[in-house]
Structures are given as structure tokens and as C-alpha cells.
């Protein structure tokens, strides 16, 4: 068994607005192993975004514990120490807004070894070295991001992301801006660095067929809560939470094998509703069509199914 | 063989721009029969939506220019037609990507569907007020809001982003008679409102048996509406043909690596996607638009942009390989 990188517990993140409690993260607890690629999906303002913020200090958390290797690190970006904070970064979702657009991409990759006091003469080496891994070639280093396209821009971010050697890097919809064919070879160099250095991911995104493909667990939020959590092929060969139903058969695919994969056809019916009115009980059963009695009264706890399988839902508790 | 509805022939639009002249669309050509499903494919940029808009002429000219082609609805190159009068001619509605965008946020619901009621239905006849409103509420109805009168007094920024598109739904079908164009209706959705969306699109169009162009990034979507599907790159189409033979045995190259791009619900890993990016429109490669990233780029293929060649009853593939 390997060891937990990242231990999350009864996570909570409560925006206060003028219109009431934002609940973006309302109890989630979890944790990333070393070495895999934890799919987080979930529909927008699920709060699978606002996770990520906390795991990386953009946020403080509300409630709950994040621990890093053993180490709490729940606390404001300011008081995390510096070694700590290379040890996680993040690729963001928009290529076009993340890059600094007057910095050439020699600069951009310089910035982060400047901050944390890499060797000079280490430096420009480094930055080759980045862009080999990510198979860019060298005379992009002295480019502006609006020479580049949408893909070797989200490289570019990649490689900025991987300059310190982190173990933890959160990749929050990276492709999802993109066209499929970029998107394929975005995915691949991710993978092939992952293979390279070995670190791990937390892929938040809401696509399901590339999840399928590229995470080693899969975990679906629904309003600030986990639903379900599995190994990707007991997940997609067995999805129990009518949620994960609801999404799965909601995707249009391309061939009849995929269709045959896809549960049984589950209508998707009704909107998520606002974090700031989170319904009573089960904040599914507005939109469940296994609703019962229990659901509008009590919320559901996680619950152990199979082996590292976990759903949240009445329907599966063993006391209901 | 009865006369398509509408016929795009060698359709070449392009754009002055600072940097030069821009060919958008190199050459399309585009059929539509009466009661066709038709899906349009390809990646971002290579004119799909301009060539809607093209139909629809909404593109503003200048910079925009028409340097030859036809645009044949009914047997009636709509091109010709004075812009003023082109919606008498025509009946052709669109559903816009963004809903947000296509809703004007300062009138109410109810103002802009009457409004597109208003005129839509004024050739010939002088519907009363009270017939408008029915007509909206009806068609409200179709797209199964609730509470259709209720909707009438909200403006765009209280809906969601489902409901804005249900209303630009509505907004469509009121006017239309002759085709519907759906242009990616669902892509900033979520995926059970898209799916949602899609299915009530899905229902519309059989009851009320109207053709439709559906364009969308979401390939599978295509593959649940279409008859005929249309695959796009750089400003021509590259292949055309029968939905379940284009998803079986796609034949054009830029196809096949696009089909193979997108991940599968089984599994079976990443492809390789397609190297290179798509060109630039102020110096397009000569010969075919793909020979710089095509891996069966042959000498041929530098020197001669190819046309659309047989490759079955319903198949065409624009490349010299199946010459």
C-alpha cells in the first residue's frame, strides 16, 4: 500500500456574500496517494475548483484539515513555509490569462527559480532543461505568449508549474479550453512527465471520457460534497450514485462499445442549485430519481461498498 | 433526386485585415436536403460558424468580402437578395453559442420574443397583440419552461445559463420555416443541462420535422442528431458523409486523427492528437490545407488544393488518397 500524500478532513470553504453563506466546499474529506492521478469532476459550481484553491493556500479553509505529508498546511499562504509552497503548484484552467503577456517565456520559467533562490548559473539550465520535458523547442524561449498558440501556451504553464520540482501539482481543467487534438497531446506530455519525475496529480475537470483515460481513482462533487469515490475502472464499470448515473449517461459518445459502457439511459433533470440555499438533507434529491423519504430529512454519510469504493448516498447505507 | 434545400457552391468569404487578406473560407461547399439532419465538425477556427453566418449574412462587410460562390436557397442564390428584404425571402433561425451574448440584457424575455414574433410573422398578415403573445407562450411551452408567463417579466441575468439557451431556443423557433442552425447550443453548459438541451432540440426538430444544421465541438452529439455529417478544417470541407459511415470508417486524415483525439468512455488511453497547428489564414500552406500536418502528405498535396472525390455512394473526401 502507498503512502497518502495529502490527507483532506471535513474540508469546508464558506464565501460570505451580501445574498447569504456561499458554501463552495461544505465537508470533503479525502486523499491524494503518491504517485496517482486523482480525477476530481463535478458539474461548475460544485466546488471542485475551490478545493484546489484551498490545497494550494489561494484560500483558507473555513473548517477542516489539510495535511501535507504529516504536516497541516490549512493555514493562510503567509504562514506556509517556502519549501512547502514548491511542493505544490498548479496549472490553471485559461493558458490565454496565465502567462504574464510581456514577459517572454525564458522570463516566465526564470521567475519561480529566481523566487526560491535555484543557483544562478543552475538557472538557464533548468529552463532548457523544462522545456525539454515538455518537448518545446529551444528557440521558444525567447517568444511572447501571443506568439504562441492555445496548447504551447498551456506547455509553457506546464513547464512553469514543473520548475521546482514539485511532488504535488493541481491541474484545474487544462484542457478544457482547448481543441481535442491539442488537448491529446497536452495529455500526453502530462502523462509522459508523470512517468518521467513521478509526481502526482489532482485532475479537476468535467470531463468524463478523459478521465477514464488518464486518472488512476475518480472522485464526482455535487454542491461542495463528494458523492463518490472509486478506482477508475470499478467506477466506470459500476457507478452507484444516481449522480454519477445522471452524468455518465449524459455523455454524447462516438462509438456503440461506448454506449454499451454507459448505464442504463438516467434522464438529467433540474439544475444544481445555488451553494447559497443548499437544500435540506441529501443536496441531491431535488434532482434524484431514487428519492426517498430519508433524503429531504437527513444527509447520507460516506460508506465503504466495495474495496476503496465509496458512495454517499440512503440508498446504499447499510442502516437505512 | 429532388432539388436540395439549400446549396452552398464554392463559397469564398474573406477578411481585409491590417496584416493582409485573410481567405476564411477557401471553397465550401455544403448541401442541405429537405427534412436533413445535417452535423458540422471541426476544430476551432476553420469557419464553421462563419459559414453559418455567412447564410445567415450577418457578417459585417466591409472588412468581410464575398469574392465568388452561391449561396442556393430553394433554388434562390440568397446572396442576391437586397439585404432588407432577405428575411421575407428566407426562414432560416439561428441558435447562437453563447446565450448570454445572443440575449439583449437590458429588455425583458417577453419584449424580445414578441418582438421576433412581431416581425417574423408580419409578411402578409397583422397578427393582434393578443395572437402574439399566445404564439410566444406557446412556444415557451415547446421548450418546456415553466411558468411561461412568469419568464415573460424576467430579464436574461435572472436564468440560468440552461434557461437562457432554452429561451434562445424559442427565440429560433418562432421565425423559422425553413431550416434551423444550431451553432454549438450547449457547449458552456454542463453536462446534464447540455444533455438536457440537446435532447429537447432532439424532440423539436422530429415533431416538427424541420432541417437542421447542428455544429458542434461535442463530436458525439453530432453522431445522436445527424444524417449527414460534415467535417471542416481550414475553410473547405475535407469529408462528407452517412453519420454511422463517417464514425465507422472515416477516410480523410485530419478525420481520422480528430475521431481518434477524443477520449473514449472505454478506456484504451490517449491518442497522439495532430501535430503542428492549425494555419495561418493570411499565408495558407498552397495545395491542400493539411499537408503540413498530414502523415500521408505526398508531393501532390503541395501543389494542388484537392476537391471533393468519391469514396462510396454517400462518402466524399476531399484528399488525393482516395482520388
Not at chain 2, 436574461?156 to 442552425?181: E, W
Given at each position: 500500500?502507498?503512502?497518502?500524500?495529502?490527507?483532506?478532513?471535513?474540508?469546508?470553504?464558506?464565501?460570505?456574500?451580501?445574498?447569504?453563506?456561499?458554501?463552495?466546499?461544505?465537508?470533503?474529506?479525502?486523499?491524494?496517494?503518491?504517485?496517482?492521478?486523482?480525477?476530481?469532476?463535478?458539474?461548475?459550481?460544485?466546488?471542485?475548483?475551490?478545493?484546489?484553491?484551498?490545497?494550494?493556500?489561494?484560500?483558507?479553509?473555513?473548517?477542516?484539515?489539510?495535511?501535507?505529508?504529516?504536516?497541516?498546511?490549512?493555514?493562510?499562504?503567509?504562514?506556509?513555509?517556502?519549501?512547502?509552497?514548491?511542493?505544490?503548484?498548479?496549472?490553471?484552467?485559461?493558458?490565454?490569462?496565465?502567462?504574464?503577456?510581456?514577459?517572454?517565456?525564458?522570463?516566465?520559467?526564470?521567475?519561480?527559480?529566481?523566487?526560491?533562490?535555484?543557483?544562478?548559473?543552475?538557472?538557464?539550465?533548468?529552463?532548457?532543461?523544462?522545456?525539454?520535458?515538455?518537448?518545446?523547442?529551444?528557440?521558444?524561449?525567447?517568444?511572447?505568449?501571443?506568439?504562441?498558440?492555445?496548447?504551447?501556451?498551456?506547455?509553457?504553464?506546464?513547464?512553469?508549474?514543473?520548475?521546482?520540482?514539485?511532488?504535488?501539482?493541481?491541474?484545474?481543467?487544462?484542457?478544457?479550453?482547448?481543441?481535442?487534438?491539442?488537448?491529446?497531446?497536452?495529455?500526453?506530455?502530462?502523462?509522459?512527465?508523470?512517468?518521467?519525475?513521478?509526481?502526482?496529480?489532482?485532475?479537476?475537470?468535467?470531463?468524463?471520457?478523459?478521465?477514464?483515460?488518464?486518472?488512476?481513482?475518480?472522485?464526482?462533487?455535487?454542491?461542495?460534497?463528494?458523492?463518490?469515490?472509486?478506482?477508475?475502472?470499478?467506477?466506470?464499470?459500476?457507478?452507484?450514485?444516481?449522480?454519477?448515473?445522471?452524468?455518465?449517461?449524459?455523455?454524447?459518445?462516438?462509438?456503440?462499445?461506448?454506449?454499451?459502457?454507459?448505464?442504463?439511459?438516467?434522464?438529467?433533470?433540474?439544475?444544481?442549485?445555488?451553494?447559497?440555499?443548499?437544500?435540506?438533507?441529501?443536496?441531491?434529491?431535488?434532482?434524484?430519481?431514487?428519492?426517498?423519504?430519508?433524503?429531504?430529512?437527513?444527509?447520507?454519510?460516506?460508506?465503504?461498498?466495495?474495496?476503496?469504493?465509496?458512495?454517499?448516498?440512503?440508498?446504499?447505507?447499510?442502516?437505512? | 433526386?429532388?432539388?436540395?434545400?439549400?446549396?452552398?457552391?464554392?463559397?469564398?468569404?474573406?477578411?481585409?485585415?491590417?496584416?493582409?487578406?485573410?481567405?476564411?473560407?477557401?471553397?465550401?461547399?455544403?448541401?442541405?436536403?429537405?427534412?436533413?439532419?445535417?452535423?458540422?465538425?471541426?476544430?476551432?477556427?476553420?469557419?464553421?460558424?462563419?459559414?453559418?453566418?455567412?447564410?445567415?449574412?450577418?457578417?459585417?462587410?466591409?472588412?468581410?468580402?464575398?469574392?465568388?460562390?452561391?449561396?442556393?436557397?430553394?433554388?434562390?442564390?440568397?446572396?442576391?437578395?437586397?439585404?432588407?428584404?432577405?428575411?421575407?425571402?428566407?426562414?432560416?433561425?439561428?441558435?447562437?453559442?453563447?446565450?448570454t451574448a445572443a440575449l439583449n440584457p437590458v429588455f425583458s424575455i417577453g419584449q424580445q420574443?414578441?418582438d421576433?414574433?412581431?416581425?417574423?410573422?408580419?409578411?402578409?398578415?397583422?397578427?393582434?397583440?393578443?395572437?402574439?403573445?399566445?404564439?410566444?407562450?406557446?412556444?415557451?411551452?415547446?421548450?418546456?419552461?415553466?411558468?411561461?408567463?412568469?419568464?415573460?417579466?424576467n430579464y436574461p441575468f435572472q436564468?440560468?445559463?440552461?434557461?437562457?439557451?432554452?429561451?434562445?431556443?424559442?427565440?429560433?423557433?418562432?421565425?423559422?420555416?425553413?431550416?434551423?442552425?444550431?451553432?454549438?447550443?450547449?457547449?458552456?453548459?454542463?453536462?446534464?443541462?447540455?444533455?438536457?438541451?440537446?435532447?429537447?432540440?432532439?424532440?423539436?426538430?422530429?415533431?416538427?420535422?424541420?432541417?437542421?444544421?447542428?455544429?458542434?465541438?461535442?463530436?458525439?452529439?453530432?453522431?445522436?442528431?445527424?444524417?449527414?455529417?460534415?467535417?471542416?478544417?481550414?475553410?473547405?470541407?475535407?469529408?462528407?458523409?452517412?453519420?454511422?459511415?463517417?464514425?465507422?470508417?472515416?477516410?480523410?486524415?485530419?478525420?481520422?486523427?480528430?475521431?481518434?483525439?477524443?477520449?473514449?468512455?472505454?478506456?484504451?488511453?490517449?491518442?497522439?492528437?495532430?501535430?503542428?497547428?492549425?494555419?495561418?489564414?493570411?499565408?495558407?500552406?498552397?495545395?491542400?490545407?493539411?499537408?503540413?500536418?498530414?502523415?500521408?502528405?505526398?508531393?501532390?498535396?503541395?501543389?494542388?488544393?484537392?476537391?471533393?472525390?468519391?469514396?462510396?455512394?454517400?462518402?466524399?473526401?476531399?484528399?488525393?488518397?482516395?482520388?
Amino acid at each position: 500500500m502507498q503512502e497518502d500524500l495529502v490527507v483532506i478532513e471535513e474540508l469546508k470553504k464558506h464565501f460570505p456574500t451580501p445574498q447569504g453563506t456561499v458554501r463552495a466546499v461544505d465537508g470533503v474529506s479525502f486523499s491524494i496517494v503518491t504517485g496517482e492521478t486523482l480525477g476530481l469532476v463535478g458539474e461548475s459550481g460544485s466546488g471542485k475548483s475551490t478545493t484546489a484553491y484551498t490545497l494550494l493556500g489561494a484560500y483558507k479553509p473555513t473548517e477542516g484539515k489539510i495535511l501535507f505529508r504529516g504536516q497541516d498546511i490549512g493555514k493562510p499562504l503567509s504562514k506556509r513555509p517556502k519549501a512547502l509552497k514548491k511542493e505544490i503548484q498548479m496549472v490553471f484552467q485559461d493558458p490565454g490569462t496565465t502567462l504574464n503577456p510581456r514577459k517572454q517565456v525564458r522570463q516566465i520559467l526564470l521567475l519561480p527559480l529566481g523566487i526560491h533562490r535555484v543557483a544562478r548559473n543552475e538557472r538557464m539550465r533548468r529552463v532548457r532543461e523544462l522545456l525539454g520535458l515538455v518537448e518545446l523547442p529551444e528557440d521558444y524561449l525567447f517568444k511572447y505568449p501571443h506568439e504562441l498558440g492555445g496548447g504551447e501556451k498551456q506547455t509553457v504553464a506546464i513547464a512553469r508549474a514543473l520548475a521546482l520540482n514539485p511532488s504535488l501539482i493541481l491541474l484545474d481543467e487544462p484542457t478544457s479550453a482547448l481543441d481535442v487534438s491539442i488537448q491529446a497531446k497536452i495529455m500526453n506530455v502530462i502523462l509522459n512527465i508523470q512517468e518521467q519525475l513521478d509526481v502526482t496529480y489532482l485532475f479537476v475537470t468535467h470531463d468524463m471520457s478523459l478521465m477514464r483515460n488518464v486518472s488512476t481513482r475518480v472522485a464526482i462533487m455535487y454542491l461542495g460534497k463528494l458523492c463518490e469515490i472509486a478506482p477508475t475502472v470499478e467506477f466506470f464499470e459500476n457507478p452507484l450514485h444516481p449522480y454519477t448515473k445522471m452524468l455518465l449517461s449524459s455523455i454524447p459518445v462516438l462509438t456503440d462499445e461506448e454506449e454499451a459502457v454507459k448505464p442504463e439511459k438516467v434522464m438529467s433533470r433540474g439544475e444544481i442549485p445555488s451553494p447559497v440555499n443548499v437544500p435540506p438533507g441529501c443536496s441531491f434529491h431535488l434532482r434524484c430519481y431514487d428519492k426517498m423519504d430519508i433524503c429531504t430529512r437527513e444527509d447520507p454519510v460516506m460508506q465503504e461498498i466495495g474495496e476503496g469504493h465509496y458512495v454517499r448516498c440512503h440508498v446504499f447505507s447499510t442502516h437505512g | 433526386m429532388t432539388s436540395p434545400l439549400l446549396e452552398i457552391r464554392s463559397l469564398h468569404q474573406q477578411f481585409e485585415t491590417f496584416k493582409g487578406l485573410a481567405t476564411v473560407l477557401n471553397g465550401v461547399d455544403f448541401v442541405v436536403q429537405k427534412g436533413e439532419e445535417v452535423g458540422l465538425i471541426g476544430e476551432a477556427g476553420c469557419g464553421k460558424t462563419t459559414t453559418m453566418k455567412c447564410i445567415m449574412r450577418i457578417l459585417p462587410m466591409p472588412p468581410g468580402k464575398i469574392s465568388q460562390g452561391e449561396i442556393l436557397l430553394n433554388g434562390k442564390d440568397l446572396l442576391k437578395v437586397n439585404l432588407k428584404r432577405v428575411h421575407g425571402v428566407r426562414g432560416i433561425s439561428m441558435i447562437f453559442q453563447d446565450p448570454t451574448a445572443a440575449l439583449n440584457p437590458v429588455f425583458s424575455i417577453g419584449q424580445q420574443l414578441t418582438d421576433v414574433a412581431k416581425y417574423s410573422l408580419a409578411s402578409g398578415q397583422r397578427p393582434s397583440k393578443r395572437e402574439i403573445q399566445g404564439s410566444v407562450i406557446k412556444v415557451l411551452q415547446d421548450v418546456s419552461m415553466p411558468d411561461p408567463e412568469r419568464i415573460m417579466k424576467n430579464y436574461p441575468f435572472q436564468l440560468s445559463g440552461g434557461m437562457r439557451q432554452r429561451i434562445c431556443i424559442a427565440k429560433a423557433l418562432i421565425g423559422v420555416r425553413d431550416l434551423l442552425i444550431a451553432d454549438e447550443p450547449g457547449t458552456n453548459l454542463d453536462v446534464t443541462i447540455r444533455d438536457q438541451i440537446l435532447r429537447l432540440l432532439y424532440t423539436l426538430v422530429e415533431n416538427r420535422a424541420i432541417p437542421v444544421i447542428l455544429i458542434s465541438h461535442a463530436i458525439g452529439a453530432v453522431r445522436n442528431l445527424a444524417n449527414t455529417v460534415y467535417v471542416m478544417y481550414a475553410g473547405s470541407m475535407v469529408e462528407v458523409a452517412e453519420t454511422n459511415e463517417l464514425f465507422t470508417s472515416p477516410k480523410h486524415p485530419y478525420t481520422q486523427l480528430l475521431l481518434a483525439a477524443v477520449p473514449r468512455l472505454t478506456g484504451g488511453g490517449i491518442a497522439k492528437g495532430i501535430t503542428g497547428r492549425p494555419p495561418d489564414y493570411l499565408k495558407p500552406p498552397a495545395g491542400c490545407r493539411f499537408h503540413p500536418r498530414c502523415p500521408h502528405a505526398m508531393q501532390v498535396c503541395q501543389e494542388e488544393a484537392p476537391v471533393l472525390f468519391d469514396a462510396g455512394d454517400t462518402h466524399k473526401v476531399a484528399c488525393f488518397l482516395y482520388r
